[in-house]
Structure formats: structure tokens, C-alpha cells
């Protein structure tokens, strides 16, 4: 007899019309809201379609607000239109040593990874400089997720070896658009690499409301057949989503909720199957944002929670300075020790994850007090806080 599970398995009644449309390395047709992105990025790659260099970019933005596939788009778009640049787009969470990393660079443009021994770094990197130098073509690299760069402290060696080929290469034409998704690595390479990479900043703000759903229903009309979800779960998923500020979470709703439906035997999606895909999702997600955090981070949430309060971020700072200990809270030396700029940068990151929001007040001195407001339940937090 057939079981339940046999039933799942084999079931030949579907809900989607493509599920791959939602994989994490999907790339829509549509991409949506990004023009003005999109033409900055067709800026600073104009000048090496005419014989000339690449402008050095940052492209700045919080997870799943579009930079990856925007990289992905407009280079495609350029390779396929010109013959003068070669556009090489690098993984640095996959590869963050020079030799992986010109490895990468040497495939896109000969079509074949180098061997992997007995061929010394400086035999690749010639080979790549001497063929553009002998064909006047141009090269950009994309360097998406950077910062693994640093935790690896080859950002600096790796953004000299392209940015600075010319004097060794006479004209070599090179340029780098670095990808950032943690503001705290804004100041890490201003810090770090100086004057050989001063990069024109794009910016990829959060979405709205109307941006997100106009995103996800593309995705739904892509992904399910006509008529499985309805547009109030839609907007459900898409002020899910919004909370988040990332996008991802409302494509994966879309999935697993499908999921759900399609194990009930439904044709459509209902509002338990979001339910039950919400509350999948709710569980993993604070626990992942505050994992990530650092060590300053989390005691600045920590504290935060304790206040209880929207406070100010001038009064925040006090007390984790110990001018005024929180109730209850021995002042302890590294807190004491934290620096203003320190102390902003750690506020700037909780915004950044949007496990808070802050608020100009008006008041204060020159009117830039800022009110600091916590996005969640501080129970919620405290449990998940070790
Ligand atoms: N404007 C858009 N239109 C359609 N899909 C989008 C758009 N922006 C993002 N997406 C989708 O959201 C997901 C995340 O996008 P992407 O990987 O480009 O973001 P990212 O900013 O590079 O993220 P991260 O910083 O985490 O690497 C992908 O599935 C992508 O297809």
C-alpha cells in the first residue's frame, strides 16, 4: 500500500512550474529597481570601452540588495558587446589567495585553469598582463565579498598586484569593483590598501515595500503555475521580508511554502503552509544575525537589552563607558576602554542587521542626537544571546 511518504515522493502533481527559480544562484531575467545602480556601474566601465581605464568602484549594500547580480548582468552585458574589456568576476569567499585568485582571472581569459603546482605566481600574472598589453584590452575584476580578503590579510597585496601591473606591464589598463555587504569593512579598506584604490562608492539601499513585492511576484509568475498564491500571502511574505531587510528570506518563504502546500496535496498555497514556512524560517534567522555578531557587538546588544528603553546613542555610550553603570552591572575594564569611534561603528552594524533602528531626535548638539530603537523582543534576543 502506498504511504504518505511514497505519496510525497512520487506525487506527480506539482505547484511549480520551475523551481529553480528559487535557487540562491538563480539569475532573473527581470532585474528589477537597480537603473540607477546599473548605469553607475555602466559609468565607471565606459571609460575602458574607449582605450581607457576602468573606474575603481566599492559596491556597498546589506545581503540580497542585488550587487551580485548586478555585477553579474552588467558584465554580461559588456562582454557581449565589446572585445576591448575583459571582465573577471572573483568569489573571495571561495578564493582569497593570490595565486587562487589570478588563477580565477587566468581561466576567464584562456579558458582553462592553470596547474595548480610548479607553476609559479609570477608566471601567471605575466601571462595575464602580456595578453592584454598585446591585445589593448582592458581588464576589470570584480572582487564580490572582499573582506574575506582581510581575514585572510591579502586585500592589500592582491589590489596592488591588479591596480599597479601598469608600471611593470606599460600600458595595462586595470580597474576593481570590490563588493561589500558588512559596512564594517568601509573603513577596513579605507585603512588598509590607501592610495592605490580610491574607489567611486555605489550604493545598493535596502528595498521598499512595493520594490520587494514587485521582485517576489516576478518570481512567483516565474516559479509556480498561475493562481497559486494569492496576493494577500503576498504581501504577507512581502512585509516578512521587509522586516528582514533581505530579500533571500522572501524567495525562500516562496519555496518552502510551496513545499508545504504541495505535501497537503493543495493546488494552492494557504496561510498555514506560510505559517508553517515563517515559523521554519524565524527560528534559524536571529540566531544566524547574532552568530555573525562580534564580540563589542554583542555586548552593545546586550546592553541595549538591559536599558530596556529607547534611549540615546550618546547616553548608550555612557554607559557602556561606566561613567553610569547599568543597574546591577559591574563596570568591567574593556568596556571602559571602548573608544566613541568604536562604540559608533557597533550601533552602525546592529542598524546594519536591522536588529535595531535609529532615529535622529533633533536634539542634542548641532541636532544629531540619535534615538536607539530595538527592532525585536528583548526576551526573544536574550535567549538567543549565550
Ligand atoms: N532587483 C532584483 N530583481 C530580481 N531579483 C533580485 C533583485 N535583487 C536581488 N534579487 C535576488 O535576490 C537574491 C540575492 O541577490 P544577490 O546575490 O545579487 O545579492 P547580494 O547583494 O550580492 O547579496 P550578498 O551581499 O549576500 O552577497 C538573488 O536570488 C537575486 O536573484
Redesign the pocket.
Known sequence: MPSRVEDILMGEETLFKNITAFN?D???E?????ESQMEALALCLRPALKGGKPVNSVVL?S???????AIHKIFEMVEGRSEKLVCAYVNCQLYNTRFNIFSQIYQHIFGHIPPETGVPFSRIYGEIMKKLANEGKSLVVALD?INHLFYSKNANQILYDILRAHEVFPGVRTGVFAII?DIEFRYMLDKNVGSVFIPQEIV?DPYTFQEIKD?LN?RVKVGFYPSVLSDDLLDEITEATLSTGD??VG?DLLRTSGNFAEADASRTIQKQHLEQAMQDFDSHHLQDTINKLSGDEKNLLRLIIKVDDDMTAGGLFNLLKGEVPPEGKESDSKRNSISYASFDRALKKLEFVRLIDTRFTGKGVRGNSRLVILRFDSEEIEKVLD
Request: net charge positive; charged share 20%; proline share 12%.
Open positions: 540562491p538563480y539569475i532573473p527581470n532585474y528589477l529597481h537597480r549594500g545581503p540580497a540588495t542585488g550587487k551580485t547580480t565579498d555587504s545598493f521582485i516576478d530579500l533571500r524567495i
